[in-house]
Each structure stands twice: as structure tokens, then as C-alpha cells.
């Protein structure tokens, strides 16, 4: 799973995920400190990493939380 997003509510649902067994692929945010050990990405805007972003989901599921970044869909 990719966690994109920031602040206290994101931390919370990485640390949350990831105490329930579910595999944080990659966290995208401006603090690393988000990820709560999961790998880190820090994107202004998701858009132009999207190629990394989805090449590292392995289950395909992307939750946006708390997040002011726009996801378009791929043109």
C-alpha cells in the first residue's frame, strides 16, 4: 500500500497499517518523519512521480490521507 499525505493523521494511519501486518510500500509526504519507518518519498507533486509511485505498490491500494495534493488520472 502507498500512503500519500501529511501531518499527525497520516503518521497515525502508517503506524496503524503497519501494526496490523499490512505492508507500507512507500509513504509520500514533505516529512520523512510521516513514514514511521516505511520507505519515504518527498514529492511536491505526486503527479510527476507517479511512474514510482505505483511501480512500488505491490497490492495496488493508495490511500490519500490529509492530503493537498491533486491525483490526476493518467492521460
Known amino acids: 500500500m502507498i500512503c500519500i499525505g501529511d501531518g499527525a493523521l497520516l503518521r497515525r494511519?502508517?503506524?496503524h497499517a503497519?501494526?496490523?501486518g499490512h505492508t507500507v510500500d512507500l509513504v509520500c509526504s514533505e516529512d520523512p518523519?510521516?513514514?514511521?519507518g516505511a520507505p519515504?518519498?518527498?514529492a511536491a507533486d505526486v503527479n510527476?512521480?507517479?511512474?514510482?509511485l505505483a511501480g512500488a505498490s505491490t497490492d495496488g491500494i493508495v490511500w490519500s490521507l490529509?492530503?493537498?495534493?491533486?491525483?490526476?488520472a493518467a492521460w
Not at 33 to 36: G, S
Open 40 to 42: 519515504h518519498l518527498t
Open 66 to 72: 490529509n492530503n493537498r495534493r491533486i491525483l490526476r
Open 13 to 15: 494511519a502508517v503506524a
Open 48 to 52: 510527476i512521480r507517479a511512474a514510482d
Open 33 to 36: 518523519r510521516d513514514a514511521a
Open 18 to 20: 503497519a501494526a496490523r
